[in-house]
């Protein structure tokens, strides 16, 4: 089956959010990842998103290259075409990105989505994550809500990640105690001016 329409993947969400599951979001780093990833989930049955991140759009591109829009390009375009022997549905995803990779990774595939649309096709990926956990909380709002209108304009969807995340996720890591991890009355407070993300 090919890559999820835009209108398939909200369906998917909405049955998701109605059953009460989620489905399984992968980060895939090579072709081998890819075809392990849809066997898997052709096996069991289950729809899916294949996610990537900036390292594994580095390394989609090429271990010197380290270009990651095109990277992540060549990843979805292989997606797509491997994807239509399946009988699963699948989404493509990226994942994590930071403010620093924005216009080196997120940016860039946006643009691509928009001359896709313009076309009358569907974008190339149908989400995209802004992860602004390491900047303060008014400018990832910000960023957020550009983002938002973006991927609105490409009929997509933005996670956004507000607020702290424990650990480290591609590069993304953040120190401190673990009450940073938690939500407060004065985070819960913030976090109402927060973007809607569909």
């Not at 375009?77 to 994942?95: M, P």
């Not at 802004?130 to 990832?140: F, T, Y």
Request: glycine share 8%; net charge negative; aromatic share 6%.
């Amino acid at each position: 089956m090919p890559i999820a329409t835009p209108e398939q993947y909200a369906e998917m969400i909405e049955r998701a959010k109605a059953g009460k599951f989620a489905y399984p979001a992968v980060n895939v780093s090579s072709s081998q990842t890819i075809n392990a990833v849809l066997q898997g989930l052709q096996e069991s049955g289950s729809d899916g998103i294949l996610q990537v991140t900036t390292g594994g759009a580095d390394y989609f591109a090429g271990h010197t290259v380290k270009n990651r829009a095109a990277g992540a390009l060549a990843m979805a375009r292989f997606a797509h075409e491997v994807a239509k022997n399946y009988d699963i549905t699948v989404a493509l995803h990226t994942d994590h990105c930071p403010k620093d990779a924005l216009d080196g990774f997120v940016l860039p595939l946006i643009a691509a989505s928009e001359e896709e649309v313009r076309q009358g096709r569907n974008p190339i990926f149908q989400s995209h994550m802004w992860d602004g956990s390491a900047v303060p909380l008014d400018e990832n709002i910000e960023i957020a809500t550009t983002m938002l209108q973006k991927t609105r304009n490409i009929n997509a969807i933005l996670e956004v990640e507000i607020g702290v995340v424990g650990g480290e996720e591609d590069g993304v890591e953040h120190e401190g105690t673990n009450d940073a991890l938690y939500t407060t009355p004065e985070r819960r407070r913030e976090g109402r001016r927060r973007p809607r993300t569909r």
